[in-house]
């Protein structure tokens, strides 16, 4: 299979913001991304799709300074051990940690999920019962999410489809991100409680990701495994 050349100016656009992105180390300090391009960022999240639409996830958005070195220790993805730097902590503009909904909210027939399904995506009362009854089929035949890690593992796959929609819509904007599964989670979900009232029982951090303007051009180029050998077709 050739390698896909773009046809159209938006096919190139999407090429070009995908070939922009990398996973940026280190960000410049002194530029800050601004408030209308995060805002824009933050509505890709927002817009994201989830799996029956039950929005299993949070983003805690860490701005002060202090509060980012609480993680400093152990988000060894993020902290720039790696790279002799102040990592993505010490120098994104926007630093957020995306944190997964586990079973006491997820679970069919929580109080969340009846009042999301009937309050937010304000589905009409007799559909909503059956809403309710397809989710929890779902939950219980079909995907099997039969104990609270593997809903809170189906939550935090949900938040990754936000984080890549983040990052590219960031892309498009040119500005630079990293997502970063590199901490530890224990210690994470310590910090989340002792610092930010997060019940660990209730939300456990998925994945980091930062935001800014690249400070150095990416260390390496671009590697992908050939289209032919990632893609088939039936
Ligand atoms: C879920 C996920 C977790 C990652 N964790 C880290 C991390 O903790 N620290 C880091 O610097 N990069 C992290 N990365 C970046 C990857 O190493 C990077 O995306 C990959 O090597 C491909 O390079 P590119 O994104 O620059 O094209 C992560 C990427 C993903 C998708």
Same mark, same amino acid.
């Given at each position: 299979?050739?390698?896909?050349?773009?046809?159209?100016?938006?096919?190139?656009?999407?090429?070009?913001?995908?070939?922009?992105?990398?996973?940026?180390?280190?960000?410049?300090? %002194?530029?800050?991304?601004?408030?209308?391009?995060?805002?824009?960022?933050?509505?890709?999240?927002?817009?994201?799709?989830?799996?029956?639409?039950?929005?299993?996830?949070?983003?805690?958005?860490? +701005?002060?300074? %202090?509060?980012?070195?609480?993680?400093?220790?152990?988000?060894?993805?993020?902290?720039?051990?790696?790279?002799?730097?102040?990592?993505?902590?010490?120098?994104?503009?926007?630093?957020?940690?995306?944190?997964?909904?586990?079973?006491?909210?997820?679970?069919?027939?929580?109080?969340?999920?009846?009042?999301?399904?009937?309050?937010?995506?304000?589905?009409?009362?007799?559909?909503?019962?059956?809403?309710?009854?397809?989710?929890?089929?779902? +939950? %219980?035949?079909?995907?099997?999410?039969?104990?609270?890690?593997?809903?809170?593992?189906?939550?935090?796959? +949900?938040?990754?489809?936000?984080?890549?929609?983040?990052?590219?819509?960031?892309?498009?904007?040119?500005?630079?991100?990293?997502?970063?599964?590199?901490?530890?989670?224990?210690?994470?979900?310590?910090?989340?409680?002792?610092?930010?009232?997060?019940?660990?029982?209730?939300?456990?951090?998925?994945?980091?990701?930062?935001?800014?303007?690249?400070?150095?051009?990416?260390?390496?180029?671009?590697?992908?495994?050939?289209?032919? +050998?990632?893609?088939?077709?039936?």
């Amino acid at each position: 299979m050739k390698d896909f050349t773009a046809q159209s100016d938006v096919q190139a656009q999407i090429l070009e913001a995908f070939n922009f992105r990398h996973a940026t180390k280190v960000f410049d300090p %002194e530029r800050k991304v601004s408030e209308s391009d995060f805002n824009t960022i933050l509505e890709a999240a927002r817009l994201s799709p989830t799996s029956f639409g039950m929005e299993p996830w949070q983003l805690l958005v860490i +701005q002060t300074p %202090e509060k980012r070195e609480l993680f400093r220790e152990f988000a060894w993805g993020a902290n720039g051990a790696l790279n002799g730097s102040a990592g993505q902590l010490g120098t994104a503009s926007h630093f957020a940690i995306f944190l997964a909904h586990t079973g006491k909210t997820m679970k069919a027939g929580s109080a969340y999920t009846k009042n999301h399904i009937r309050q937010v995506k304000q589905i009409p009362e007799d559909v909503a019962v059956a809403y309710e009854g397809a989710y929890a089929q779902f +939950q %219980e035949r079909d995907f099997k999410l039969d104990s609270d890690a593997k809903i809170t593992e189906w939550a935090s796959r +949900q938040a990754y489809i936000a984080l890549g929609n983040m990052m590219t819509a960031a892309a498009l904007l040119g500005v630079d991100s990293c997502p970063m599964e590199g901490f530890e989670s224990d210690k994470t979900s310590a910090v989340l409680e002792q610092h930010f009232g997060i019940d660990p029982t209730a939300l456990k951090p998925a994945v980091m990701v930062a935001f800014g303007y690249r400070a150095n051009p990416p260390a390496h180029p671009k590697t992908r495994r050939a289209a032919d +050998q990632v893609i088939s077709w039936a």
